[in-house]
């Protein structure tokens, strides 16, 4: 419907709601703003690409993979409730082995017993290892305060709000220095910190310990056992909410948004904001009442044009966001060059992770399985053909590609400005909300970017939104919950 043919329709009920972009934020954030405001609401979710955004999966063979975000915590409650909710079963689990490679060679490489495993860590690193998984939980025991505060209704205007209301200012100390700092702060020592936790941000981040702590303690957390994803694909997930959501998918671009002021029936001044689109069909535009923005306001992730706002909204926030590529490969690992003799057939390691290393010229490289694990499927072994996804921070070029397999037949790569380059001292954070009823839910990638993180932005900003409508303050940036319920209640 073209805008001049809903101007009275929007004068009268006001209830029009745009989203932009059908990643996991996108997608829960029409979710979520269906259950706030209710079946008499239309919610319009623009996406010029596939649904899923960031998480996106590849056909080789007669198997799909995944390309993007791959594993989801045991703890991640909204993706809990969304799988349950959208009757989507998790993915079998196959076990796996990890190894450590530091450019030349296996420096770790994990047995099939885990006393074995604990004791070579133990010889290695002392207490290190069981140190760092309780510092991890402690600071997930604060995260989870989220759950309460969202489940009683309440939200905030800002993501340095919400970190406090989890974690207090310790939450905020760790977005202002390393996970380096805070962890030699701690007491672990410099080798740990290059031989286990620089692995595993760099797996998980392609970034080294020099991230910020907070950000470092997400990428900690996902080294978790307990990790799970989606079966058939982790972007199922945005499909289900956005048909749960009961939204219109609008396949199309956003080329810009201008703030429309005019007269009600009351004579006061109402707002709406215009949203201008290009797709299959040419250019239209639309008017909404209120607007969540899903997709990252930064340079080369986005080219929306603001105008008519006062004062004067900028198109891009400070930062840039990290390249890191996904190279599928299907083909026959060369196992020396991870500096191993091992025979390929006795080769059983599926997650190499590598240390930060001029010899590094990978994050990571991982046998992986198919989204979709059918009866009977055993993992091949290394000696023979199978899908290989190596994380690196550029392309890899055929030489590389030679040196690391001794064939192959397939190679499907796929860049990504997966999540910030994340780089202590914090800068403030881009805001929630932009303008009176124009909110941006990507500004909490600043802190961390993960599958829950955008879950967790979606449910508050929805919240927020809501509140803000119905003019209900008391249930905005208010962090004293347990005060607050036992006066509720």
Known sequence: MRASSRWFTLLSSLLFKAVVGAGIG???????????????????????????????????????????????????????????????????????????????????????????????????????????????????????????????????????????????????????????ETMMGEGFSQVFLNNIVAPITRVNYGQSVRINGFVGAVSLAGADSTLWAVDGGNKRVCSGLLYHSKSELIAARVTSISVKVRPSKTGDAVTFYELNYVGDSGSAHSLYDIVVIATPLHPGKSDIAFSGFSPPMPSHYPGRYHQTVSTLVHGLLNVSYLGTAEPASDFSVSDVLTMDSKNSVINSLSSIDPVHIPAGYERPAADQAKVWKVFSPQPLSQAQLENMFLSYDSVSETPWLAYPAYRPPHRKTPPFILHNRLYYLNAVEWAASAMEMSAISARNVALLAHHRWHQQVGKIDQEDLHTRLRGEL
């Open 26 to 180: 996108g997608t829960a954030a029409a979710y979520y703003l269906r259950q706030e405001f209710g079946a008499g609401v239309k919610i319009d979710v623009f996406e010029p690409g596939s649904v899923g955004g960031r998480l996106g999966t590849v056909k080789i063979g007669d198997f799909e993979y995944e390309t993007g975000g791959s594993v989801i915590h045991s703890l991640n409650l909204h993706m809990k409730h969304f799988i349950e909710k959208l009757g989507i079963p998790p993915r079998k689990d196959v076990p796996s082995k990890m190894a450590i490679f530091d450019g030349k060679e296996l420096v770790f490489e994990e047995s099939n017993w885990f006393i074995v495993n604990f004791l070579r860590m133990l010889w290695r690193y002392g207490f290190n290892f069981l140190r760092m998984q309780m510092w991890v939980e402690s600071i997930l025991d604060k995260f989870m305060r989220i759950y309460q505060y969202q489940q009683f209704g309440y939200s905030f205007s800002s993501v340095e709000r919400l970190l406090h209301a989890m974690g207090g200012d310790g939450f905020l100390t760790l977005m202002n220095q390393t996970l380096e």
